[in-house]
């Protein structure tokens, strides 16, 4: 007999079936308890069943839930842009936003913004959008056009826009005889060079998530690496749209990561940590300055969904923002970042099979190598981030899997990034369980 009719990302995993959340922690029906370590796909951001958002969900419901957005505009719509605005760069840079329902639809709507863009002023062959190998932007058509994870491209290649691509500041595993800051610079100017090759006439954008997650297992660029490529985009007459699906409010120990890098996208996306996942939504800010043809010319944006800018989702969204501000979760995730990346780098002293320990705020990856002189991955057939991921779940540890960077998605690589909430306690706990997980591991491995 079938035990389930809910299809799951794989036939083969059986899963627990959740209960309930509290804080850092998710409890499963037989009372199992798990540490969020990765906020699910780095998204519960301020853990959970806080109680203010749940307020927040039930106010909202007993007012409107839905509304449809052109019909109707709403108060939680309208005050959840605004603050978006406020909070994203200087007063003089107005960002307006476009609210969809996942990372991948805010990346479908930030490509076609920068097509029309160029429409409106005449320029029609401006449609190509040049992204990272190594890069994750979405599951959608478009989004998976422009993104540099293999394993999720693959299956699809063939109806997949052939987008140019470019190497990703990968120092790691740079050539031996180059300074990190040479390798940036020489991965900066391959966007030149695309934008030559393929004639900028035809290119719209570059899109790029400000730290590498997913694809990259956290790959954390230099603020000179992203002035030169600003300073190409600009050259060349190119937007700059930046992936903040993952690394948005918060996460890094800024509001937006590209506040580290004092370059200000005209494009700018947001997710995951937006409504730290008690509601689908997400958004595309978009420059005045981008907009300003729009308006002046077709007067409309050809996107958006039936649930875009829902009142019940913009209310959670809200309550979050307003959470993550009174708790002043923002420096928090900047200094309880310091705390975590020193234990697991000092946790990296007694676990050979760690390469590497990167990441920025909360956003933290590890790179698991089988020679650390030689920076030899893994063989692709062992699944190393799989065995180390579901030994960590049978200790009540969650980390999240990705891909080390390498062109060609191999290579080992974990993110840990738990809720922005977490206590001293809780990460020296995270450490302890990921250090048993990984001896566990190693000690099978011999
Ligand atoms: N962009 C980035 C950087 C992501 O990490 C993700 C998801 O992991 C996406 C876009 C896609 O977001 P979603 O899964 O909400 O569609």
């Given at each position: 007999?079938?035990?389930?009719?809910?299809?799951?990302?794989?036939?083969?995993?059986?899963?627990?079936?959740a209960?309930?959340g509290?804080?850092?922690?998710?409890?499963?029906?037989?009372?199992?308890?798990?540490?969020?370590?990765?906020?699910?796909?780095?998204?519960?951001?301020?853990?959970?069943?806080?109680?203010?958002?749940?307020?927040?969900?039930?106010?909202?419901?007993?007012?409107?839930?839905?509304?449809?957005?052109?019909?109707?505009?709403?108060?939680?719509?309208?005050?959840?842009?605004?603050?978006?605005?406020?909070l994203?760069?200087?007063?003089?840079?107005?960002?307006?936003?476009?609210?969809?329902?996942?990372?991948?639809?805010?990346?479908?709507?930030?490509?076609?913004?920068?097509?029309?863009?160029?429409?409106?002023?005449?320029?029609?062959?401006?449609?190509?959008?040049?992204?990272?190998?190594?890069?994750?932007?979405?599951?959608?058509?478009?989004?998976?056009?422009?993104s540099?994870?293999?394993?999720?491209?693959?299956?699809f290649?063939?109806?997949?826009?052939?987008?140019?691509?470019?190497?990703?500041?990968?120092?790691?595993?740079?050539?031996?005889?180059?300074?990190?800051?040479?390798?940036?610079?020489?991965?900066a100017?391959?966007?030149?060079?695309?934008?030559?090759?393929?004639?900028?006439?035809?290119?719209?954008?570059?899109i790029?998530?400000?730290?590498?997650?997913?694809?990259g297992?956290?790959?954390?660029?230099?603020?000179?690496?992203?002035?030169?490529?600003?300073?190409?985009?600009?050259?060349?007459?190119?937007?700059?749209?930046?992936d903040?699906?993952?690394?948005?409010?918060?996460?890094?120990?800024?509001?937006?990561?590209?506040?580290?890098?004092?370059?200000?996208?005209?494009?700018?996306?947001?997710?995951?940590?937006?409504?730290?996942?008690?509601?689908?939504?997400?958004?595309?800010?978009?420059?005045?300055?981008?907009?300003?043809?729009?308006?002046?010319?077709?007067?409309?944006?050809?996107?958006?969904?039936?649930?875009?800018?829902?009142?019940?989702?913009?209310?959670?969204?809200?309550?979050?923002?307003t959470?993550i501000?009174?708790?002043?979760?923002?420096?928090?995730?900047?200094?309880?970042?310091?705390?975590?990346?020193?234990?697991?780098?000092?946790?990296a002293?007694?676990?050979?099979?760690?390469g590497?320990?990167?990441?920025?705020?909360?956003?933290?990856?590890?790179?698991?190598?089988?020679?650390?002189?030689?920076?030899?991955?893994?063989?692709?057939?062992?699944?190393?981030?799989r065995?180390?991921?579901?030994?960590?779940?049978?200790?009540?540890l969650?980390?999240?899997?990705?891909?080390?960077?390498?062109?060609?998605?191999d290579?080992?690589?974990?993110?840990?990034?738990?809720?922005?909430?977490?206590?001293?306690?809780?990460?020296?706990?995270?450490?302890?369980?990921?250090?048993?997980?990984?001896?566990?591991?190693?000690?099978?491995?011999m």
């Amino acid at each position: 007999m079938n035990d389930s009719w809910l299809i799951k990302p794989s036939f083969d995993d059986v899963y627990p079936v959740a209960a309930y959340g509290e804080g850092v922690f998710i409890y499963d029906e037989h009372g199992n308890k798990y540490l969020d370590g990765s906020s699910g796909a780095v998204t519960a951001s301020i853990g959970h069943a806080v109680p203010e958002i749940v307020e927040a969900v039930t106010e909202q419901a007993r007012k409107i839930s839905f509304v449809y957005r052109s019909q109707f505009t709403s108060q939680p719509a309208e005050k959840l842009a605004e603050k978006l605005n406020d909070l994203a760069f200087e007063a003089d840079d107005p960002y307006y936003s476009f609210f969809v329902n996942s990372g991948s639809e805010a990346n479908e709507t930030a490509l076609k913004i920068a097509v029309q863009y160029w429409q409106e002023q005449g320029m029609y062959r401006k449609h190509k959008i040049i992204s990272r190998w190594t890069s994750y932007h979405g599951i959608t058509m478009g989004a998976l056009s422009m993104s540099g994870h293999t394993e999720r491209r693959k299956r699809f290649a063939p109806m997949l826009e052939d987008y140019p691509g470019i190497s990703p500041p990968y120092c790691y595993r740079r050539p031996a005889q180059e300074s990190c800051s040479d390798y940036e610079m020489k991965c900066a100017d391959e966007l030149d060079a695309a934008i030559r090759r393929t004639g900028a006439e035809q290119v719209a954008a570059f899109i790029a998530e400000p730290i590498i997650g997913a694809a990259g297992g956290v790959i954390v660029p230099s603020a000179e690496y992203y002035k030169r490529i600003k300073e190409i985009c600009d050259h060349h007459q190119v937007l700059f749209i930046a992936d903040e699906v993952m690394t948005g409010i918060g996460r890094t120990g800024k509001m937006f990561a590209m506040e580290h890098y004092g370059v200000k996208p005209d494009i700018l996306t947001l997710g995951k940590g937006m409504s730290a996942g008690y509601a689908p939504i997400a958004a595309a800010l978009i420059h005045d300055r981008i907009l300003e043809p729009i308006r002046k010319g077709s007067k409309a944006i050809i996107g958006g969904h039936t649930y875009s800018a829902n009142p019940q989702s913009s209310a959670v969204a809200l309550a979050v923002l307003t959470f993550i501000e009174k708790h002043q979760l923002v420096d928090r995730s900047a200094k309880n970042g310091e705390y975590l990346v020193n234990q697991l780098r000092n946790m990296a002293l007694t676990t050979p099979i760690v390469g590497d320990v990167r990441g920025k705020g909360l956003l933290i990856g590890i790179e698991f190598v089988s020679h650390l002189f030689t920076k030899t991955p893994f063989p692709k057939q062992l699944n190393l981030t799989r065995l180390l991921v579901e030994k960590a779940r049978d200790k009540g540890l969650l980390i999240y899997p990705a891909s080390a960077g390498i062109e060609g998605g191999d290579g080992d690589a974990i993110i840990v990034s738990p809720p922005l909430t977490i206590n001293k306690q809780e990460m020296d706990t995270l450490v302890k369980l990921l250090q048993d997980s990984i001896h566990e591991v190693q000690r099978d491995l011999m």
